[in-house]
């Protein structure tokens, strides 16, 4: 009994041992392709770079006024303006894969009035979104526009009230307030969610791209915008940098 047990023993050894050698070959097999795939992206691919701002762009911001004659109150400014880099916008061009792409874009945004400014200064969003205007200073404001795109006047309202707009038709809205003639904040409404705002430092990403050719826009509002073709190949980040002059040069095709 004592033999038959001790070759039993001697089987189960060899079994267990198989099996580690076994796990660590598998183990040492790099993933599929497809498997590679997926945890870079799937069947998309990304964009990535950085806006560079030349430094007239840098050195101010200039703040439409319908109004010249008009002083507006003084209120407190606000402790530090944002890097010029987040006022750009880098977005595709609508071709067909995006168009026909998934969106997964919040139904709503927001554009703050405090310190007697627009906040964001520029807010890019998909058509259909609806944005908020919350007055945050201790005074009225009278958020409106006269643009193309969309045209609203939504009347004064007082600290800690807000209205509401909902954008359909894309293009660039400029949003002012009737009682104070310096404010001033631009929304650019796109007809598909592949766009973003760059980093304080100029870098920039758009995810979830589906493979083929587009063209890349870099979008400022005192400079001529910026285009380039790129080519999106899934599981990739393609890299494209932008370098954004404030004269009017011809912009590269």
């Known amino acids: 009994m004592s033999t038959t047990l001790w070759k039993l023993s001697r089987v189960w050894a060899r079994a267990g041992l198989m099996s580690v050698i076994l ?4 183990a040492a097999v790099p993933p599929s392709a497809s498997a590679t795939a997926r945890d870079s992206g799937g069947e998309t691919g990304s964009l990535e770079g950085t806006v560079t701002l030349g430094p007239e762009l840098n050195s101010r911001r ?3 006024s319908l109004y010249p004659d008009v002083r507006p109150p003084s209120l407190p400014s606000s402790s530090a303006t944002p890097p010029e880099a987040t006022n ?7 071709a067909a894969p995006l168009a026909n792409a998934a969106t997964s874009r919040s139904a709503s945004q927001t554009m703050q009035q405090v310190s007697q400014s627009f906040t964001p200064h520029v807010l890019p969003i998909l058509k259909g979104t609806t944005v908020e ?4 200073d201790p005074i009225y404001h009278n958020v409106f526009s006269l643009s193309k795109a969309a045209s609203f006047d939504l009347g004064r309202y007082p600290r800690g009230n807000s209205r509401v707009v909902r954008f359909e038709t894309p293009g660039v809205v400029k949003v002012f307030c009737h009682i104070h003639p310096d404010m001033s904040g631009i929304i650019l409404v796109l007809d598909n969610p592949y766009f973003t705002v760059p980093e304080a430092d100029g870098h920039y990403r758009i995810g979830g791209i589906p493979p083929g050719e ?3 826009h870099a979008w400022h509002e005192r400079a ?6 790129v ?3 899934a599981g990739r980040a393609t890299a494209l940098h932008f370098a954004i002059p404030l004269r009017d040069e011809p912009a590269d095709e």
Do not use: A, D, M, S
Not at 88 to 94: A, D, G, K, Y
């Open 23 to 26: 796990l660590t070959l598998l």
């Open 62 to 64: 200039i703040r439409f």
């Open 88 to 94: 750009v916008v880098v977005f595709l061009e609508t």
């Open 133 to 136: 205007f919350p007055n945050g």
């Open 214 to 216: 587009y063209v890349v």
């Open 224 to 229: 001529r915008p910026i285009h380039r073709k």
């Open 231 to 233: 080519t999106i190949e």
